[in-house]
């Protein structure tokens, strides 16, 4: 009598997204005087102010506008939550842009970057910034898309 090996079991599916950073911290200030904004770039994460225009840029803040991102930005879980629950709260739950004024601490928020990167963020800091709002201090975890 043959033995047969057993039939080799799929390979399991490629995940969806791969880690890329935890816990990063950034600000966006509310800057002076003029129409000014502070622009960050979650894939990096980098963040720039005053009369800037940034390559990669995922969100803005200021110029008498809220905080607003250029694909997705949802309301999420105070609690990290996967980053595909993350994803579908960027796109299901908009809010499309929200004033600083309309922000609590321990809010949180789920981008969809210009590279498709996913990115849990919360409001974890508000300190007086200017006459044109609060600097917002949030700390934001990404998730890459799986072979990129």
């Given at each position: 009598m043959t033995s047969t090996a057993p039939p080799s079991a799929p390979a399991a599916p490629e995940p969806g997204y791969v880690d890329g950073y935890e816990d990063r911290r950034f600000t966006l200030t509310a800057t002076e005087g003029g129409c000014l904004s502070s622009v960050a770039d979650l894939d990096e994460p980098a963040v720039e102010s005053g009369e800037v225009s940034?390559?990669?840029?995922?969100?803005?803040?200021?110029?008498?506008?809220?905080?607003?991102?250029?694909?997705?930005f949802g309301a999420a879980s105070?609690?990290?939550?996967?980053?595909?629950?993350?994803?579908?709260?960027?796109?299901?739950?908009?809010?499309?842009?929200?004033?600083?004024?309309d922000m609590n601490l321990?809010?949180?928020?789920?981008?969809?970057?210009?590279?498709?990167?996913?990115?849990?963020m919360k409001l974890v800091k508000k300190s007086p910034g200017s006459?044109?709002?609060?600097?917002?201090?949030?700390?934001?975890t990404l998730w890459k898309p799986a072979g990129v």
């Amino acid at each position: 009598m043959t033995s047969t090996a057993p039939p080799s079991a799929p390979a399991a599916p490629e995940p969806g997204y791969v880690d890329g950073y935890e816990d990063r911290r950034f600000t966006l200030t509310a800057t002076e005087g003029g129409c000014l904004s502070s622009v960050a770039d979650l894939d990096e994460p980098a963040v720039e102010s005053g009369e800037v225009s940034m390559k990669g840029e995922d969100m803005s803040y200021g110029c008498g506008d809220g905080l607003s991102a250029k694909k997705y930005f949802g309301a999420a879980s105070a609690s990290l939550p996967t980053p595909e629950n993350c994803a579908r709260d960027a796109k299901a739950n908009s809010v499309g842009e929200i004033s600083d004024s309309d922000m609590n601490l321990g809010q949180a928020f789920c981008v969809i970057t210009d590279e498709d990167a996913v990115v849990w963020m919360k409001l974890v800091k508000k300190s007086p910034g200017s006459v044109n709002g609060d600097n917002l201090t949030f700390l934001a975890t990404l998730w890459k898309p799986a072979g990129v």
